[in-house]
């Protein structure tokens, strides 16, 4: 099986931790160290958004897994 994957519509989804507008999404990329291109083309891989960590990166894997279990 792949490995979830993280992608702008789940970041979007994101409520209450400040960065779900575009410059928040492009200054917490930043400063993660996460390229915003490839996770808009192809999402990010659930094991760098638990590396991340922090409650924003935990709210978009909870999103994904939700959907990835037909919860959305």
């Known amino acids: ?13 994101v409520r209450g931790h400040g960065v779900t ?23 990010m891989a659930e094991s760098e958004a638990q590396r991340i960590g922090g409650a924003f990166a935990d709210a978009a894997i909870a999103i994904a897994r939700k959907e990835s279990t037909g919860g959305i």
Request: aromatic fraction near 2%; include cysteine; hydrophobic fraction near 40%.
């Open 1 to 13: 099986m792949t490995e979830l994957r993280i992608h702008m519509r789940h970041v979007r989804q």
């Open 21 to 43: 507008c575009t410059n928040g999404i492009r200054a917490w990329c930043a400063l993660h160290g996460v390229n915003l291109r490839v996770m808009a083309s192809e999402g």
